[in-house]
């Protein structure tokens, strides 16, 4: 049987497949249904030091662009605050928690100044923390909101935090960044013992109707299953990079995104939206996909396979650019809807006896028609 176990930032996770730091990670016992539902490990909702975010306003989640048939395109937009505890009391959930669970307990801080990074941190380690993730990229909180220089502050801080503890320190990257690969190099540098790709984007939604901002009336956390692929992206161009390992975060939504994460070079892979429209449960069907995928694979572990990807990116230069296909329209599908002439730029598809053919030598090859036609009457064939 193939092993799911990884060793995550010297911590050894059973599966991959973590619950990452939201609302579903806030207590104890939320944690204890994670780990019941199969997690690898639990990253504890964040401890703020900025007390004003630690109480939530209501309602706090809209589910945007919810499209019927199209269910893995939505927005989960939310304005969830931090924990509500202050430091001691959090600290005092971490202690229960290492207490209750048997699966590795990451505790998640966002501070200001480099004496509350160093205060939280110390007490995170005091109350058994198996690690602790600094968290400097919370879509809506104070580092995004109030300009700091993220980049700079989450390597300085890295490198203050790692030098005065002993627990792992994993800093948590911000999608927000013209260079997450050279970010990710000078948060090793400073000492990181893994990176998490990525937080949230931050994100505003209006209604059109009162001409204000939904919800609370300020900036909110975007992300959904559409993010999955800003995050496979750069983890692509991180792991060659890096010799410490990457926690995938972003729109993982089953079992086949895990398997892609990986794939793309994720050691650890952090679900929270998934968990939070689905519930616990979806942790369990990740972990078994991603048995059978190992299985019929013929992987063993999640090592024979991390990162293969990367070194099958086609470079720019050397992306095949020849047009050797071209559309072709099957008459008995095709139910004469026209989408495919007048999304046409090159007028490649046109009206023929009740049903539309493609012009070969207009046809670009684009492929745009295969994927729109409603009745799957377009292929690609060899010109
Ligand atoms: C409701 C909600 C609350 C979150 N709270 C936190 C938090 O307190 N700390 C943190 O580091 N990330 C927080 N996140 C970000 C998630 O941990 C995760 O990085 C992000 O949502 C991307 O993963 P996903 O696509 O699986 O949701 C939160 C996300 C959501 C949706």
Same mark, same amino acid.
């Not at 004003?52 to 939505?74: D, E, H, K, N, W």
């Not at 989450?154 to 013209?178: D, F, G, H, S, Y």
């Not at 994720?266 to 078994?288: C, D, P, S």
């Given at each position: 049987m193939a092993d799911l176990s990884v060793s995550f930032a010297g911590l050894r996770l059973r599966t991959p497949v973590v619950v990452g730091s939201a609302g579903i990670t806030g207590t104890v016992e939320l944690m204890k249904r994670a780990e019941d539902a199969g997690a690898g490990a639990v990253v504890m909702k964040s401890l703020f030091a900025k007390e004003v975010c630690r109480v939530a306003p209501t309602p706090r989640f809209r589910i945007l662009r919810r499209g019927s048939g199209v269910q893995r395109s939505f927005v989960l937009y939310s304005y969830e605050q931090a924990s509500e505890w202050g430091p001691e009391r959090y600290a005092e959930e971490v202690r229960r928690a290492k207490e209750a669970l048997s699966i590795p307990v990451i505790a998640s801080i966002n501070c200001l100044t480099p004496e509350e990074w160093l205060s939280y941190s110390a007490l995170m380690e005091q109350a058994g923390a198996d690690a602790v993730e600094l968290n400097?990229?919370?879509?809506?909180?104070?580092h995004l909101m109030e300009g700091h220089d993220v980049t700079r502050e989450m390597i300085e801080m890295t490198r203050l935090v790692k030098q005065a503890r002993c627990i792992p320190i994993i800093p948590k990257m911000t999608p927000?960044?013209?260079n997450p690969p050279g970010v990710a190099v000078a948060l090793e540098r400073a000492g990181a013992d893994a990176i998490v790709a990525f937080n949230r984007f931050t994100g505003l939604e209006i209604d059109i109707e009162t001409e204000r901002p939904i919800m609370h009336g300020g900036y909110a956390g975007h992300g959904g299953p559409w993010a999955l692929h800003y995050v496979l992206r750069w983890l692509a161009a991180m792991y060659p990079a890096l010799s410490v390992p990457l926690a995938a975060s972003g729109g993982v939504s089953d079992g086949e995104d895990v398997v892609k994460a990986i794939l793309a070079g994720a050691t650890a892979v952090q679900v929270v939206t998934a968990v939070v429209v689905g519930g616990y449960e979806v942790i369990g069907r990740m972990n078994e996909f991603l048995l059978r995928w190992m299985e019929q694979k013929g992987y063993?572990?999640?090592?024979? @396979? *991390?990162?293969?990807?990367c070194e099958r990116i086609v470079p720019m230069e050397e992306v @095949? *650019?020849?047009?050797v296909l071209r559309a072709q329209i099957e008459e008995q599908k095709?139910?004469?809807?026209?989408l495919c002439m007048r999304i046409c730029i090159y007028d490649a598809a046109q009206p023929a006896d009740g049903a539309y053919r493609v012009v070969p030598e207009r046809?670009?090859?684009?492929g745009l028609c295969v994927e729109l036609c409603p009745t799957k009457a377009i292929s690609m064939i060899r010109r």
């Amino acid at each position: 049987m193939a092993d799911l176990s990884v060793s995550f930032a010297g911590l050894r996770l059973r599966t991959p497949v973590v619950v990452g730091s939201a609302g579903i990670t806030g207590t104890v016992e939320l944690m204890k249904r994670a780990e019941d539902a199969g997690a690898g490990a639990v990253v504890m909702k964040s401890l703020f030091a900025k007390e004003v975010c630690r109480v939530a306003p209501t309602p706090r989640f809209r589910i945007l662009r919810r499209g019927s048939g199209v269910q893995r395109s939505f927005v989960l937009y939310s304005y969830e605050q931090a924990s509500e505890w202050g430091p001691e009391r959090y600290a005092e959930e971490v202690r229960r928690a290492k207490e209750a669970l048997s699966i590795p307990v990451i505790a998640s801080i966002n501070c200001l100044t480099p004496e509350e990074w160093l205060s939280y941190s110390a007490l995170m380690e005091q109350a058994g923390a198996d690690a602790v993730e600094l968290n400097l990229s919370c879509p809506h909180g104070p580092h995004l909101m109030e300009g700091h220089d993220v980049t700079r502050e989450m390597i300085e801080m890295t490198r203050l935090v790692k030098q005065a503890r002993c627990i792992p320190i994993i800093p948590k990257m911000t999608p927000q960044l013209n260079n997450p690969p050279g970010v990710a190099v000078a948060l090793e540098r400073a000492g990181a013992d893994a990176i998490v790709a990525f937080n949230r984007f931050t994100g505003l939604e209006i209604d059109i109707e009162t001409e204000r901002p939904i919800m609370h009336g300020g900036y909110a956390g975007h992300g959904g299953p559409w993010a999955l692929h800003y995050v496979l992206r750069w983890l692509a161009a991180m792991y060659p990079a890096l010799s410490v390992p990457l926690a995938a975060s972003g729109g993982v939504s089953d079992g086949e995104d895990v398997v892609k994460a990986i794939l793309a070079g994720a050691t650890a892979v952090q679900v929270v939206t998934a968990v939070v429209v689905g519930g616990y449960e979806v942790i369990g069907r990740m972990n078994e996909f991603l048995l059978r995928w190992m299985e019929q694979k013929g992987y063993g572990s999640v090592l024979d @396979f *991390r990162g293969s990807i990367c070194e099958r990116i086609v470079p720019m230069e050397e992306v @095949f *650019r020849e047009h050797v296909l071209r559309a072709q329209i099957e008459e008995q599908k095709c139910r004469n809807c026209g989408l495919c002439m007048r999304i046409c730029i090159y007028d490649a598809a046109q009206p023929a006896d009740g049903a539309y053919r493609v012009v070969p030598e207009r046809c670009d090859g684009c492929g745009l028609c295969v994927e729109l036609c409603p009745t799957k009457a377009i292929s690609m064939i060899r010109r």
